[in-house]
């Protein structure tokens, strides 16, 4: 009985030391960036509360050469009651979770890099400035995607950007050419068309009035050219 209750003790006086792992196991989220080195990641881990020491990552990490070369960028979910070598191996491996986000048809540059952002993948404001200064607004294809958090910004934004240069067929640039449009004015005028349309039926007939308006040498008289202004 005094063992006992002398073991008791002895976990009443440790438990500030060892509550994270004395609870029971939760999921942390850890996002490790691109080009991170190995020293930095053990801290980041240790800093989260999934090991009692950054040192001894190192020590491990020092142990499995491997593993040190080839921690990989991304978002983990992980739990303090796993063991060391377990959370090392899936970051060697690149076991991470992905983030699945959805650009709907319409959203401005500004909408796309809030939604980017909201999503845990970067910056909004950088986002923004990289897509003007690559003049990457209206190329960044609207549609469903499954990114890996941890990539630099315009590594996520090319992803974008060339589903565009995808979609964007042979056939539909020579449609834009034989119109008289070059890239850049095929997009602009979409853009605007996308903005004044409501449904699919709206998009032909906008575009309709648009086309004659030009041919006519006509103002466009377009609510969306102000507003994007």
Known sequence: ???????????????????????????????????????????????????????????????????????????????????????????????????????????????????????????????????????WEGRLFPDTYVLRPGQPPEKILQRLVTEFERRYAPDLRARAKALGFTDLQALTLASLVEREARTDADRHLVAGVFHNRLKKRWLLESCASVQYA
């Open 1 to 135: 009985m005094r063992r006992l209750a002398g073991g008791l003790a002895l976990v009443v006086i440790l438990s500030p030391v060892l509550a994270p792992w004395l609870q029971p196991a939760h999921a942390v989220l850890v996002t490790i960036p691109e080009g991170v080195p190995a020293r930095e990641v053990a801290a980041r881990l240790a800093e989260a509360g999934l090991s009692p020491s950054a040192a001894y990552l190192r020590a491990l990490l020092a142990l499995r050469p491997p593993w040190e070369r080839h921690l990989q960028s991304g978002a983990y979910r992980l739990s303090a009651w796993m063991p060391a070598e377990t959370m090392l191996r899936i970051l060697a491996e690149g076991r991470g979770v992905n983030v699945r986000v959805t650009l709907p048809e319409g959203l401005s540059a500004r909408q796309i890099a809030a939604r980017l952002a909201a999503a845990g993948l970067g910056d909004e404001r950088e986002f923004v400035e990289i897509i003007q200064a690559r003049k």
